[in-house]
């Protein structure tokens, strides 16, 4: 099972909006609405940011907000944050395994 | 408060065998579908294997045949077994709670192995 694509690397200044992008197949982003985003600082274990495409669990930042077309999901920032700079990996259930993770994205504040 | 506590990583030679172990405790993990999930040094995140409340147990691939996800009810514990490690299975490995429809909303913090002669 290959990963979902992902860009390798995002940035934006503070205070802009920044979107990434995951693009998978018609077998699982295309075909459910079960994305899931992850944000990871360095050394640390990812933490969940955004579910089932749109939904932001209690205590997540509302800067944070989750959108599905076709085969590409996407997460959004906006007003940019030094504390965002973080690696972001997408997620997606999958009709070969139970699930399977995106090729991470960087991204960066400047 | 839920949390996850994994043990068990070190340095271990190819070919050799290591037991991981997911302390949890806030929650009873046989209510909840469990997994691991693997991410090797600079790389990306690699789902391992999920044990679901029924017991049903599937695996990646990658690790299949030579991996076994087990769940101990009565101390509240994940655990994998790995044997017959490759160099490629070096990676931190995290252990977590699946929260609904194939996401995990929470994780441990990881335990490095490190397969090398």
Known sequence: QSALT???????SPGQSITISCTGTSSDVGGYNFVSW??????????????DVIDRPSGVSNRFSGSK????????????????????????????????FGSGTKVTVL | EVQLVETGGGLIQPGGSLRL????????????????????????????????TGDR????????????????????????????????????YYCARWGGNHFFDYWGQGTLVTVSS
């Open chain 1, 6 to 12: 992902q860009p390798a690397s995002v940035s934006g």
């Open chain 1, 38 to 51: 992850y944000q990871q600082h360095p050394g640390k274990a990812p933490k969940l940011i955004i579910y």
């Open chain 1, 69 to 100: 077309s076709g085969i590409t999901a996407s997460l959004t920032i906006s007003g940019l944050q030094a504390e965002d700079e973080a690696d972001y990996y997408c997620s997606s259930y999958t009709t070969r395994n139970p699930l399977v």
């Open chain 2, 21 to 52: 172990s997911c302390a949890a405790s806030g929650f009873t993990v046989s209510n909840y579908y469990m997994s691991w999930v693997r991410q090797a040094p600079g790389k990306g995140l690699e789902w391992v294997s999920v044990i679901y």
């Open chain 2, 57 to 92: 147990i599937l695996y990646a691939d990658s690790v299949k045949g030579r991996f076994t996800i087990s769940r101990d009810n009565s101390k509240n514990m994940l655990s994998l077994q790995m044997n017959s490690l490759r160099a490629e299975d070096t990676a931190v």
